[in-house]
């Protein structure tokens, strides 16, 4: 393959890295003046970049630059969706960031890197491809969440987030370098025929294995590496926190399916005990604790680990449709958490963070619209049929049933029938408790409008699951 063909492979992250570093530039040169118009050159560099993977897309699997760099369906299906998620988050963000003060360029610059490195790990084909995007990603998160230097909790998250996050990127790095010392490869395809190769398992690459097994449960928030989830939803400004929730979630999985089912799909039957030991950890956990919480922000980041316990039911069940029974969690997860969120950024105002439970009390007495639009995302995540969030849980549940684990689809049931009780709380404060307050919502037209479609595709797209679902079967490919 020639080097000019190759790099038009890479033709998304080029105009990724190149937009990110002129509007950076611009960014510096017009200062505080035009901020705006760093929002929209970010937003042409996204739909740019979208464009791009289609354009790009060869239809099959191929490789470029030695193994280092991946494209196939799952690729293009998941490069498409973090820029399509993060194109809202952007919008929803600039909202937030005009009323609370914190109209940085930095904001959107940083996401642009951030997705750039998302990207990376979409499409990485070896362990070490997968690290620089995961650094890269990482990095620009530990400042987005800092961003807000008078907040002494948003420096506080920051930290905690920075040092937790060190720690797992040495265990995922240890653990990398233990697997390359064992099969003398980084490539993920050429790992995979070592280990189908050996008569018996080799002890290190075990040891390997768990800790990379870490690393990933970090990045996605599972127990019990989950300890940096609830203190960074709460304290981060909401804007980072709904960036943080979406998009970076889909580059986790890709990241697990990567190194899991690309790299390491001869042990499936050891990471898959690993995994469901994460997997029953962080459903009873994170329903559990969630019911306790009086902080929205802080429910929902609790809510994030118990949805992330469903998803890894997807990898566990091992096979075609499990793998894209998780694709199809992620991506339904990514739309409800961003619509979550925003109506945090709708609600709240300049000063004033609409992040309690209590900020939606009567919210029905204030604007029935956007009460049903809250109770439509509620539904969702509770897994209350017909909205999509339903049918995520039904096919992961579905999948792990077919692959020999009844067990474990029961224990799921029950407690996301457990969770469907702080999520039903919300929706009977919202309608049958009286408003602290009967102050109109300050927010633009456009924005109503954008939380508003956010929320009714939940609705549209649960009546029609299939054609999303028939996405991911096709994007997997095995």
């Known amino acids: 393959m020639s080097m000019s063909t190759e790099l038009f492979y890479l033709l998304p992250e080029i105009i990724l890295l190149v937009s990110a570093c002129l509007v950076l530039v611009l960014d510096v040169v017009v200062g505080a003046k035009y901020s705006s118009l760093t929002y929209i050159l970010s937003q042409i560099t996204l739909v740019m970049a979208a464009g791009a993977v289609l354009y790009v897309d060869p239809g099959h699997p191929v490789t470029a630059f030695g193994g280092n760099f991946v494209l196939d369906p799952m690729s293009a299906l998941l490069k498409i969706s973090i820029c399509l998620f993060t194109i809202p988050v952007f919008f929803y963000s600039l909202d937030y960031n005009l009323e609370h003060g914190l109209q940085k360029g930095e904001y959107f610059i940083l996401g642009l890197f951030a997705v750039l490195g998302m990207l990376v790990m979409v499409s990485a084909g070896t362990l070490l491809t997968v690290y620089l995007g995961l650094e890269l990603l990482s990095l620009s998160l530990y400042a987005m969440v800092a961003m807000h230097r008078d907040s002494r909790t948003a420096s506080e998250a920051a930290m905690k987030y920075f040092v937790l996050g060190a720690l797992a990127s040495g265990m995922l790095l240890y653990g990398i370098s233990m697997l390359y010392g064992v099969s003398g490869t980084l490539q993920l395809s050429e790992l995979a025929a070592y280990i189908a190769g050996l008569e018996e398992t080799n002890l290190i690459l075990i040891f390997g294995l768990v800790f990379v097994v870490v690393g990933i449960g970090f990045k996605l928030g599972a127990v019990p590496f989950h300890m940096w989830v609830p203190d960074v939803y709460e304290g981060s400004p909401t804007s980072v926190t709904l960036f943080i929730s979406s998009a970076p979630k889909i580059a986790a999985f890709a990241m697990a399916m990567r190194v899991l089912v690309d790299g390491m799909s001869p042990l499936l039957h050891d990471w898959q005990g690993m995994l469901i030991i994460l997997s029953v950890l962080s459903m009873i956990a994170g329903n559990i604790i969630a019911i306790a919480q009086t902080n929205l922000k802080r429910m929902l980041a609790y809510s994030t680990i118990s949805h992330i316990g469903f998803l890894l039911l997807g990898l566990i069940a091992g096979n075609r449709d499990g793998y894209a029974a998780a694709m199809f969690y992620v991506l339904v997860y990514a739309l409800m958490s961003m619509g979550g969120f925003a109506m945090i950024i709708l609600l709240g105002r300049k000063g004033k963070e609409a992040d309690l439970l209590e900020d939606f009390k009567?919210?029905?007495?204030?604007?029935?619209?956007?009460?049903?639009?809250?109770?439509?995302?509620?539904?969702?995540?509770?897994?209350?049929?017909?909205?999509?969030?339903?049918?995520?849980k039904w096919f992961v549940i579905k999948e792990v049933i077919n692959a020999g684990f009844p067990w474990l689809a029961g224990i799921a049931v029950f407690f996301s029938v457990i969770g469907a009780y702080y999520y039903i709380r919300i929706i009977k404060l919202m309608y049958f408790d009286k408003p602290l307050e009967m102050k109109a919502i300050k927010a633009s037209r456009e924005m109503r409008m954008v939380v508003s479609i956010n929320a009714l595709s939940l609705l549209v797209l649960g009546l029609s699951p299939a054609l999303l679902m028939a996405l991911c079967l096709r994007a997997i490919g095995i």
Do not use: E
């Open 362 to 392: 009567g919210l029905s007495d204030r604007s029935p619209w956007f009460a049903f639009v809250m109770l439509i995302l509620m539904f969702s995540m509770a897994g209350v049929p017909p909205f999509l969030g339903f049918w995520a």
